[in-house]
T-cell receptor, first 106, second 115 residues
Framework: KNEVEQSPQNLTAQEGEFITINCSYSVGISALHWLQQHPGGGIVSLFM???GKKKHGRLIATINIQEKHSSLHITASHPRDSAVYICAVYFGKLVFGQGTRLTINP | EAGVAQSPRYKIIEKRQSVAFWCNPI?????LYWYQQILGQGPKLLIQ????????DSQLPKDRFSAERLKGVDSTLKIQPAKLEDSAVYLC?????????????FGPGTRLTVL
């Protein structure tokens, strides 16, 4: 049983669309991370959340601790946002979801 | 500031051969992680070092995998002998500390193919 589940696994959208990626987890955590992985393997940390909401540019991340759920939103999506987005939860160590492959078509 | 360096970037070996990967973390980062990422999956922690001590190696297949962190800086991960299922990207990451709020900085990874 995966402790971290992401949905959808794959998402294709048109440029400009509002994107939502979901992450659910099954255990109590102290923090949740959203990361971005581009083709070629490089992983970049986007957000670290322990409560509430954070915003950086066109990216917004929210977390609901009671419901054990987090969402990553991208407003006005662009082809350069195409990547794999990974949710990871921290309970003593980082446990990663399987990732959501996002493709934004021009 | 230099990022996390890894080498080699790609490696192809035959099963039962040995292979070693090298990682140089960001200067001053006390914590170093090795992850295995199989195609289509998220990274899985293999081993975590705090300085030169092992914090967590619960998911490291110790019959064939070994890792060390020399003088609390560089690290090597070795597989001996390799199996087909070891084909994956091996990611090294480092962070200042080991708190949940510490950002992990990832290297470019080493893509291993076992034939």
């Amino acid at each position: 049983k995966n402790e971290v589940e992401q949905s959808p696994q794959n998402l294709t959208a048109q440029e400009g669309e509002f994107i939502t990626i979901n992450c659910s987890y099954s255990v109590g955590i102290s923090a949740l991370h959203w990361l971005q992985q581009h083709p070629g393997g490089g992983i970049v940390s986007l957000f670290m959340l322990s409560s509430g909401k954070k915003k950086h540019g066109r990216l917004i991340a929210t977390i609901n601790i009671q419901e054990k759920h987090s969402s990553l939103h991208i407003t006005a999506s662009h082809p350069r946002d195409s990547a794999v987005y990974i949710c990871a939860v921290y309970f003593g160590k980082l446990v990663f979801g399987q990732g959501t492959r996002l493709t934004i078509n021009p | 500031e230099a990022g996390v360096a890894q080498s080699p970037r790609y490696k192809i070996i035959e099963k039962r051969q040995s292979v070693a990967f090298w990682c140089n973390p960001i200067s001053g980062h006390a914590t170093l992680y090795w992850y295995q990422q199989i195609l289509g999956q998220g990274p899985k922690l293999l081993i975590q070092f705090q300085n030169n001590g092992v914090v967590d190696d619960s998911q490291l297949p110790k019959d064939r995998f070994s890792a060390e962190r020399l003088k609390g800086v560089d690290s090597t991960l070795k597989i001996q002998p390799a199996k087909l299922e070891d084909s994956a990207v091996y990611l090294c990451a480092s962070s200042l500390g080991d708190l949940s709020s510490d950002t992990q900085y990832f290297g470019p990874g080493t893509r291993l193919t076992v034939l």
